[in-house]
Nanobody, 129 residues
Framework: QLQLVESGGGLVQAGGSLRLSCAAS?????????????LGWFRQAPGKEREFVAA????????DYADSVKGRFTISRDSDKNTVYLQMNSLKPEDTAVYYC?????????????????WGQGTQVTVSS
């Protein structure tokens, strides 16, 4: 069983930056096992459905982004730390949401949230204008 814990959310002014982290762990979970998972970030704003933000394949060599964040956000992973990151720059008020990380046992990144088997509890990001 895999557990995901996000951190790094908070309140920031428009134009600012935040880095979210998501640490993976489990009773029998190993660093080598982490490398077999594709990872994604999703977000849900108040009154809206959860949407795809970014994803990264098992090796970290390929990434995918929603058009709304392309060029501003960067997803990365550190297999030694079993952690995935989301660096968010040039933040806008419309980026305000609860951000979730997710994992799926797959070699390819996924945009569809229904493909992901494991989810974190979410971390709030609020961008003030």
């Amino acid at each position: 069983q895999l557990q995901l814990v996000e951190s790094g959310g908070g309140l920031v002014q428009a134009g600012g930056s935040l880095r979210l982290s998501c640490a993976a762990s489990g009773r029998t979970f190993s660093t080598s096992a982490f490398s077999t998972y594709a990872l994604g970030w999703f977000r849900q704003a108040p009154g809206k459905e959860r949407e795809f933000v970014a994803a990264i394949i098992y090796s970290g060599s390929s990434t995918d982004y929603a058009d709304s964040v392309k060029g501003r956000f960067t997803i990365s992973r550190d297999s030694d730390k079993n952690t995935v990151y989301l660096q968010m720059n040039s933040l806008k008020p419309e980026d305000t949401a609860v951000y979730y990380c997710a994992a799926v046992r797959s070699y390819l990144w996924r945009r569809n949230q229904n493909d992901y088997a494991y989810w974190g509890q979410g971390t709030q990001v609020t961008v003030s204008s």
